[in-house]
């Protein structure tokens, strides 16, 4: 999932469009480090060992160690290598990745109700609702298994881990609200001295027994399957746990650009992945008692303390990118439609991005809290972590194979020849991963679902009072037609009315002139529209149009991806006449109170949770960044 790193996106603002070079090329690899793979870079604390003394373990037998291995090697090659870094990352919506740039790139999001893209849409929106679950589960996975390694150190901290694995979590999320930009910098070097250090344990093993690197062979991955059928297809479950947070590379592509990312992982990341995975089957090779915790067993005796809090500080970054990546994700899905307005603050104001989503930090605390508590162990969350994520992967080489059929034109055969390949894979990984829902894995699957729910019902039930509005509305040829024939009086001035409908009149405007009877000297009728790409130019910003009778309507257009910023883009507008002066005029917001009848469109109960949405949702003064002193605001009442 992506994180929005002040650093990362002052650079890199300027921005994915314009290929890097030379040190900017570097210093977008090093942020790639502590960003993109820190949830893939942590996998090593727990992957290996849970394949061998998890809930599917299997005997660490030299066979089954070599063919473990294999699996692990060939997993990462084919799932992250050539599916993601090479296939997934040219889908390059105008500069930005992820499931919902995916989607919005395959079909058109706001045509939801349209029969024959309506499924695409809603699987994208599924995929996207699953990775909420991955940014509870992640977290808590990624600092208990990191905490854990103080048992090793001593049998004394036994008792402590999950108390400490809490106060760490409080402590993380307490600290969003005040922005990452001061700590940013420090994520790429604490997670290239991870990866240094992931691969020089490894190294340090595998020279003691170097045969494990047979394992490349894929011979012994299939005689693995062959050996211990229905077992190993189990495992295959638990070896998932290596290419988790593989979406995490798409999904930051717009902070980075591709190439970046492909360097960091060919050159730094996929290296030291595979000599840790190798030195740790080296271990098992000499060791096999060692399975019980193969990652910390590596380090020598004077290591371990030291080991830990790297560990520590490089799951904390794993966290904090999944964090920022629902964050993320929550910003992108409320600007679609599918998320009803919610407060967002801006913890820099030189970097784009730097959001923070309080209710969205408290509720994903809380259940990150209750995950640990409720589990207890990372072996116990390895069982409940993994069915999201193939869930997603299944999802995104779905939605690639409309994107390459659509609009990069192949033929049917090259569609079904690559993608299928993918597919198989993605879904032998799924199916492995279905036997853990009754050991957890349902937890993910159940948020998603609430999730999922929640942003379908808000998208309905928008539409429905939508349309209500719009037909209650005056045609706006009638408004035009009763200013001319009416001449009513003119207040000096400019004001602004913010209309949901382009082609309707504002409420607020309909209440204005009939309860005061008045109209201001000019009058800018103002809707907000964004579009199914991440960011538009600044030559498309704005469309504005003469009415006549000194009526004037101007559409901002903005992408799923930016801030929208009402004022600032009023800077931009140029009225004839007298000069315009966005920092005085008046903004009229409608207010629409909406009432559960059962009357149409949806279930009661989902009528319920719209409306319990819409009370709660923030203003569209705030949404807009409109200046409280100047808002003035007319409600209405809609019963669905």
């Not at 996207?128 to 589960?137: F, K, R, S």
């Not at 030195?279 to 915790?293: E, F, I, K, T, V």
Request: hydrophobic share 50%; with cysteine.
């Amino acid at each position: 999932m992506t994180t929005r790193q002040a650093a990362t996106r002052a650079h890199f603002s300027t921005h994915a469009h314009q290929p890097a070079r030379g040190k900017a090329l570097a210093l977008l690899a090093v942020g790639a480090l502590g960003i993109v793979y820190g949830d893939i870079g942590t996998s090593p604390l727990y992957a290996l060992r849970e394949c061998f003394s998890g809930h599917y373990a299997i005997e660490a037998t030299p066979n089954n160690v070599l063919g473990v291995l294999s699996l692990i090697f060939w997993s990462l090659i084919v799932v992250i290598t050539l599916k993601y870094v090479t296939f997934i990352l040219r889908a390059d919506n105008d500069g930005e990745g992820g499931i919902m740039a995916l989607t919005a790139l395959a079909t058109p999001l706001r045509r939801i109700a349209m029969s024959r893209q309506r499924w695409l849409v809603l699987l994208g929106v599924f995929g996207a609702a699953l990775l909420y679950g991955d940014g509870v589960i992640t977290p808590a996975i990624s600092v208990l298994s990191a905490v854990e390694g103080l048992k090793i150190v001593t049998p004394l901290f036994r008792p402590y881990v999950v108390p400490i694995t809490v106060v760490i979590l409080i402590v993380l999320f307490a600290i969003q609200s005040r922005g990452t930009a001061r700590i940013g910098g420090l994520f790429g070097p604490i997670m290239i001295a991870w990866f240094a250090v992931l691969a020089i344990l490894g190294i340090t093993h595998i020279v003691q027994a170097p045969q494990v690197l047979a394992a490349a062979n894929p011979y012994y991955a299939v005689a693995f399957f062959l050996h211990n059928g229905w077992q190993g297809f189990l495992v295959l479950g638990t070896v998932f746990l290596v290419v988790t947070g593989g979406e995490a590379l798409y999904a930051d592509m717009g902070h980075f650009g591709p190439r970046p990312i492909r360097l960091a992982w060919y050159f730094y990341v996929l290296p030291a992945l595979l000599l840790n995975y190798f030195g740790q089957g080296s271990l098992l090779l000499r060791h096999p008692d060692a399975a019980s915790n193969s990652f910390y067993l590596l380090a020598p005796a004077w290591a371990l303390l030291p080991l830990v809090m790297l560990a520590t500080a490089a799951s904390i970054i794993a966290s904090q990118a999944l964090i920022s990546g629902v964050y993320s994700l929550t910003m992108q899905a409320e600007h679609l439609g599918f998320l009803p307005r919610l407060r967002i603050a801006h913890t820099s104001a030189a970097a784009f991005g730097q959001i923070y989503i309080p209710i969205v930090n408290w509720l994903l605390m809380l259940a990150c809290i209750a995950v640990v508590l409720a589990f207890q162990t990372s072996s116990h969350l390895a069982a409940a972590y993994g069915i999201a994520v193939t869930s997603t992967m299944v999802i995104t080489t779905l939605i690639f194979a409309v994107v390459a059929r659509r609009r990069w034109h192949w033929s049917t055969n090259r569609v079904a020849l690559v993608v299928g390949f993918f597919l198989v894979i993605d879904l032998a990984f799924f199916a492995a991963n279905i036997v853990k829902i009754p050991y957890g894995g349902w937890l993910p699957l159940v948020a998603a679902v609430l999730i999922y729910i929640v942003m379908t019902t808000w998208k309905r039930g928008t539409w429905l009072v939508f349309t209500h509005e719009r037909n209650m509305e005056l045609a706006l040829p009638r408004l035009l037609q009763r200013i001319g024939d009416e001449q009513l009086p003119c207040l000096p001035g400019d004001a602004v009315f913010l209309s949901a409908n382009r082609d309707g009149t504002p409420a607020a405007l309909l209440a204005n002139l009939k309860y005061n009877g008045v109209l201001h000297e000019r009058v800018l009728l103002l809707n907000v529209q964004y579009a199914d790409v991440p960011y538009v130019s600044a030559e498309r910003r704005i469309d504005l149009e003469h009415l006549g009778h000194q009526v004037f309507r101007a559409t901002f257009h903005y992408g799923f991806m930016e801030e929208p910023n009402v004022p600032r883009t009023l800077h931009d507008v140029n009225l004839p006449g007298k000069p315009f002066a966005p920092e005085n005029v008046p903004f009229f917001v409608n207010r629409t109170k909406v009432t559960a009848t059962s009357l149409t469109g949806m279930a009661p109960w989902r009528e319920h949770l719209y409306t319990f949405m819409r009370r709660n949702a923030a203003s569209a003064a705030d949404f807009f960044s409109l200046p409280p002193a100047r808002v003035f605001e007319i409600g209405t009442t809609v019963e669905m």
